[in-house]
């Protein structure tokens, strides 16, 4: 047991490692050309697998998707209390799920939707569980960045999200006017956000992000 504990004490990120996770966060929620090209190949992915109930087409659609460091980076900076990376990182959210949810709408179109099967119907239903996973997911997420030597388990955390698929069945629910389907979705989508975003927030706080602040607003500007 104090092994255990000894171990425990080692996660505490060094100074250079929070600057890093910094940087890397602003840089893989910045909205590139290359960010929305794998949007575009992550959405497809997965609203085909849900239209025809695959669920390891989904999983890998799950993979490939960036969602996830736009949700980090707005945590990022409620931790650091820093107004500009929050309003940043929010516009950057509403700006991925129009897109999927478009995309998704577009795809259920042309491949002529019409039936809904088990991978549709299991995420139309918010339920405790899923914030639990998407609590702990974000922690995982947010730890992997801040710590490189975790990077390897960025895929599972990606799996163990799920934001994307949610977004777009509620797609798919409107190419069928299923409000229940729609709005169900939605529901779940804004579950598995808010808990990864919360979780990610503790994590950042705990590890004292704030004073990086300066580091986050510096590479922000590079973009412009």
């Known amino acids: 047991m104090l092994t255990l504990f000894s171990k425990l004490s080692t996660i505490e990120p060094t100074p250079e490692e929070k600057k890093d996770a910094v940087l890397r966060l602003i840089e893989d929620s910045s909205p590139t050309g290359g960010f929305y090209l794998m949007l575009l190949c992550a959405t497809v992915i997965v609203a085909v697998g849900l239209m025809i109930g695959n669920a ?27 107004k500009q990376v929050m309003l940043r990182s929010i516009w950057i959210v509403l700006l991925t799920s129009v897109f999927v ?51 390897v388990i960025l895929p599972g955390v990606a799996i163990a999200i799920a934001v994307l698929p949610p977004l777009a069945v509620s797609a798919l629910g409107l190419s069928l006017g299923d409000t229940d389907i729609l709005f169900g979705a939605l529901s779940l989508f804004l579950v598995n956000m808010v808990g990864i975003v919360l979780a990610s927030l503790m994590v950042f706080a705990t590890f004292g992000f704030y004073p990086l602040r300066r580091r986050a607003e510096m590479e922000i500007k590079k973009e412009a």
């Open 101 to 151: 949810f478009v995309v998704s709408w577009l795809m259920s179109l042309f491949m002529h939707f019409e039936s809904v099967n088990i991978e549709i119907v299991s995420r139309i239903e918010p339920s405790l569980a899923y914030l639990v996973v998407a609590l702990f997911a974000g922690i995982a997420g947010s730890f992997s960045y801040i710590k490189p030597n975790m990077n």
């Open 56 to 82: 390891s087409i989904v999983i890998g659609g799950m993979l490939v998707s960036p969602l996830l460091a736009p949700l980090l980076s707005l945590a990022l900076g409620m931790a650091m209390g820093d």
